[in-house]
């Protein structure tokens, strides 16, 4: 069973940075994308940014240009620098690993990390 562990959310003032970490431990497939999702009450959950095995990431328009996504393959770790953070940042954020089996994506997921992001 795929293990996903997350570290680094927490409280920051409006323009302040964290930085998510998630590690994936009992991975035995190959990874296609690891990513971060965040979700607020009451609303979908949606992508953050995600990075494929070969390094293209993907962000979310409202994060461009202040958040970016790296991974370290060799350790099956995805990480988050968010900087410029803004009170619209506050959420739970999750970690995604993804992969393909049998022609369909299968999503594993962390168990969440809550950023707060104070004006």
């Known amino acids: 069973q795929v293990q996903l562990v997350e570290s680094g959310g927490g409280l920051v003032q409006a323009g302040g940075s964290l930085r998510l970490s998630c590690a994936a431990s009992?991975?035995?497939?190959?990874?296609?994308?690891m990513g971060w999702y965040r979700q607020t009450p009451g609303k979908q959950r949606e992508l953050v940014a995600a990075?494929?095995?070969?390094?293209?990431?993907n962000y979310a328009d409202s994060v461009k240009g202040r958040f970016t996504i790296s991974r370290d393959n060799a350790k099956n770790t995805v990480y988050l620098q968010m900087n410029s953070l803004k009170p619209e940042d506050t959420a739970v954020y999750y970690c995604?690993?993804?992969?393909?089996?049998?022609?369909?994506?299968?999503?594993?997921w962390g168990q969440g990390t809550q950023v707060t992001v104070s004006s």
């Open positions: 009992r991975v035995d497939f190959n990874i296609h994308t």
């Open positions: 995604n690993v993804r992969r393909s089996r049998d022609y369909l994506w299968v999503d594993y």
């Open positions: 990075i494929t095995t070969g390094g293209s990431p």
